[in-house]
C-alpha cells in the first residue's frame, strides 16, 4: 500500500515530458506528456507495479486538482503488457483481460495462465471459460472447466461460485450436472454476503439449483422474488406464469428490463415443476 500510495503521489505532482522506456506501439504526445519522468525510470528498472499503475491510470482516466487524464485502452494495453512482460501479476491478468475482450484467445490465454501460475484468483475464473466455450484450441469440457472455477473459489471469487453451481444445474449433458454440489456451492456462496441480500442473477441461479433437486416451490418463491425485484412485475399465488410470460412478451423492446426474458421464463418453466436447461453460448456482449 505504501508504494501504492507513493506512486499516486508522484503521478499527481509531476509532470515531465517524455517517452516510456521499452514501451512498443504508439508513440502517443499525450502520454509523453502525462507520465512524469520519475515513474519511466521505475519502468526502466524493471519495476512492474509502476508500469501497472500507469496502464490502469489510462484504463479509468484520472480526474482531479492536479492531473487531467483521458481514458485511452489502447495506452492501457501498452502500460499493461510492459507490467506482465516485467512479472508483475495484476498486468499478466490485465493484459489477458483486454486480450480476452478482444477476442485473441490465444494470447489472452498465455497471460492468463501465467497470472493463473502466480495465484491470481480471478485468472482462473477466466480460464474456466476456455473450456466452457472451446477457445484458443481447447474442446468443450465441463469437468475441465469446473477444475478452474475450483480454484477461483478457493480464492473467493464470488463469480465463480455463481457460475460453477449454475453449470451444475442447468447443464443439458448429464455428466455435467450435480444438483446436489451445487447447492453447497451457492450456500457458501449466500453465507458470504451475510445479511447483505445476493445480487439478483446469484438468486437467479439459487433458484435453478432448487429446481433442478426438485424443490420447485423453492424456486418458484424465489424466481418470483426476482421478477419482481428486478423486473418490477408484481407475482403472486394464483398468478398464470405461462400468461405472464406471454404478457411480458408483448411489451416493447424499450419496455423490458435486460435479463427479465430468462427470469420470467424461468419462472414459467419451474411453475410447470421442470427444471432449466441452458447451452452455455457465447454472445458477442459476453466478458
Known amino acids: ?41 521505475k519502468v526502466a528498472e524493471g519495476d512492474g507495479e509502476v508500469a501497472y499503475f500507469i496502464g490502469n491510470m489510462f484504463k479509468q482516466g484520472l480526474q482531479n486538482d492536479y492531473q487531467s487524464i483521458p481514458q485511452d485502452d489502447e495506452l492501457a494495453q501498452e502500460w499493461f503488457l510492459k507490467s506482465a512482460e516485467l512479472g508483475y501479476v495484476h498486468g499478466m491478468f490485465e493484459t489477458g483481460l483486454m486480450l480476452y475482450r478482444d477476442k485473441q484467445w490465444s494470447a489472452a490465454k498465455k497471460w492468463l495462465q501465467q497470472a493463473a501460475e502466480a495465484g491470481h484468483g480471478e485468472a482462473f475464473y477466466r480460464l474456466a471459460y476456455f473450456s466452457v466455450y472451446g477457445l484458443a484450441g481447447e474442446a468443450v469440457n465441463c469437468q475441465r472447466a469446473y477444475s478452474y472455477f475450483e480454484q477461483a473459489k478457493i480464492r473467493t471469487i464470488k463469480s465463480a461460485f455463481n ?35 445476493m445480487p439478483w442473477a446469484m438468486i437467479d441461479t439459487k433458484a435453478a439449483v432448487l429446481a433442478e433437486i426438485a424443490d420447485f416451490n423453492g424456486a418458484i418463491e424465489l424466481q418470483s422474488w426476482v421478477v419482481a425485484g428486478y423486473c418490477g412485475i408484481t407475482v ?28 420470467v421464463e424461468r419462472l414459467n418453466v419451474y411453475s410447470q415443476r421442470q427444471p432449466w436447461r441452458e447451452e452455455m453460448v457465447m454472445h458477442d456482449d459476453k466478458q
Open 163 to 197: 457460475d460453477w453451481a449454475w453449470m451444475l444445474a442447468t447443464q443439458p449433458n448429464e455428466d455435467c450436472r450435480n444438483g446436489h454440489q451445487a447447492l453447497k456451492i451457492i450456500s457458501e456462496l449466500e453465507s458470504m454476503y451475510g445479511q447483505q441480500r
Open 1 to 41: 500500500m505504501k508504494h501504492f500510495l507513493t506512486i499516486l503521489w508522484l503521478f499527481m505532482m509531476v509532470s515531465v515530458s517524455a517517452e516510456p522506456p521499452g514501451i512498443s506501439g504508439r508513440s502517443d504526445v499525450q502520454a509523453e506528456q502525462l507520465i512524469p519522468r520519475t515513474l519511466l525510470d
Open 236 to 263: 403472486s399465488e394464483i398468478d398464470d406464469f405461462s400468461q405472464l410470460m406471454a404478457d411480458y412478451t408483448r411489451r416493447s423492446e424499450d419496455d423490458k428490463i435486460r435479463g427479465c426474458d430468462g427470469y
